[in-house]
């Protein structure tokens, strides 16, 4: 595709962070001595000229990143994921992994089999003698991340322990679809029971904190309480969007009718599969519409899952373009996670047609090497836009060190590769790096990032 017709289809606020960041990566000159080690230029692929590589990796790294999508994971399995890997070992792992992490420990540039479970046991220790604002603060700093983005629950206490603005949230909004007896799809197996016990708790929460025992009788009067208790999530400090993680329990393919054939469905309690989707659809379209109305982006899991409750062919974003249709929810900002992998070529066309979506590949950072990463990111920016491209890890620990390096370090592939290819110049490469590691989330967020 011509990239005049890709700025064409951006959509003007793309087109305003795209050039912004062309100008600012413009403005910046390249090192004409290369830093990168040579661990990592002997690891490339034999297609990458180090020449124009090496200058554009080092502009790649030294942006101040946001981190689009992070859980609290477990920090044992973290580490014990990777330590094994740095064993004996002074490889281009090391570069991503390695050297973040005897910068944090003071420990030697080494992992050996006698120091490993040292090693292993300093890094719990860590974990277990710093708050959560200490610990994310040190990992952040130490992969050249500005802010990142985390994923919470309604009316947990846990929305209020990151006491600083550089950790932004985005809050679940979907359990506001599932009001009814959820039991048929618990039944499903164990992961499903969990998930929609955990859903439902949620929900008893929110009514609690509205003082409410049950839900409301009358279908209008549970939507007044869903638009208020959106607002009241909305209102807190440092919320920049909502989660939406019903891939879990539902397909993504939403088809809403009458609000009339809800509300039967709603005030009768019916639970049957071809009843309550019916109920489903249609406050999927009334949630994302409040989504839209105040202007707060929205995150979807989508694809892959963790666990098995979740099915994968209702995870496919194409299934998802019908409700992204409708006219009333046309200017719905989203945002759809980890790529949607498997399903990641479906992403690049949806962009083209509906500008207001973004691609985030967050999770790809942790499950691929950089060469493979750097394939899907040239399929997704030759398709859709550079300007709708967010970078995101997903990931605690060591894991963040590897996806941050894992992320940089394709962006920086495939972006040589398009120069090579004569496709984009140096100085939009450095734009686009820029776009995609920082200004596009600023974009999509700048409603409401805040200060």
């Not at 603060?137 to 992969?143: C, G, K, P, Q, T």
């Not at 500005?146 to 929305?159: A, K, Y």
């Amino acid at each position: 595709m011509d990239r005049r017709n890709i700025i064409t289809v951006a959509g003007t606020t793309g087109i305003i962070a795209g050039l912004s960041s062309i100008a600012k990566a413009g403005g910046e000159k390249a090192s004409t001595t290369s830093k990168v080690a040579d661990e990592e230029l002997a690891s490339l692929p034999r297609d990458i000229d180090h020449d124009i590589f090496a200058p554009l990796y080092e502009f790649t790294l030294g942006i101040k990143a946001i981190n689009n999508h992070m859980h609290y994971d477990s920090e044992s399995d973290s580490i014990d994921w990777y330590i094994n890997k740095l064993v004996d070992r002074n490889n281009v792992q090391s570069c991503g992994i390695l050297n973040p992490l005897t910068q944090l420990l003071g420990i030697p540039p080494k992992v050996t089999e006698s120091n490993k479970a040292q090693i292993r046991q300093k890094y719990l220790d860590y974990c277990k003698s710093h708050s959560q604002t200490e610990y994310w603060n040190d990992h952040a700093d130490l992969s050249d991340t500005e802010n990142i983005v985390f994923m919470t629950q309604p009316e947990l206490p846990g929305n209020k322990t990151l006491a600083s603005k550089r950790f932004k949230m985005c809050v679940h909004t979907d359990q506001y679809l599932f009001p009814l007896d959820n039991s048929k799809v618990a039944d499903r197996n164990p992961q499903s029971r969990m998930r929609v016990g955990m859903n439902n708790d949620i929900l008893k929460r929110e009514l609690s904190a509205m003082g409410m025992s049950r839900l409301p009788s009358k279908f209008e009067d549970y939507l007044e309480f869903v638009e208020k208790a959106f607002l009241k999530q909305k209102s807190l400090p440092n919320m920049v969007g909502g989660k939406w993680a019903l891939a879990y329990y539902r397909t993504f393919d939403f088809r809403p009718g009458d609000m009339a054939d809800a509300k039967k469905v709603y005030e009768a309690g019916n639970n049957s599969p071809e009843a309550y989707i019916k109920l489903q659809d249609y406050l999927a379209w009334y949630v994302l519409k409040l989504h839209t109305d105040h202007k707060f982006p929205l995150q979807i899991h989508s694809g892959l899952g963790a666990g098995n409750s979740l099915v994968l062919s209702d995870s496919e974003p194409a299934k998802f373009d019908y409700l992204l249709s409708m006219e009333s929810v046309a200017d719905a900002k989203v945002c759809f996670l980890h790529g949607a992998y498997p399903f990641c070529p479906q992403l690049g066309p949806m962009v083209t047609s509906r500008p207001n979506v973004r691609i985030d590949f967050s999770w790809m950072t942790i499950l691929f090497t950089p060469d493979v990463m750097a394939g899907y990111l040239k399929e997704w920016l030759e398709i859709a836009s550079p300007w709708n491209i967010l970078f995101g890890i997903d990931a605690t620990g060591l894991a963040q060190f590897y996806g941050n390096w894992c992320g940089r370090k394709a962006v920086a592939i495939a972006l040589t590769r398009m120069i090579q290819e004569m496709r984009i110049t140096e100085a939009e490469a450095r734009g686009y790096a820029a776009g995609i590691m920082r200004n596009n989330a600023l974009s999509f967020y700048k409603d409401t990032w805040g200060s």
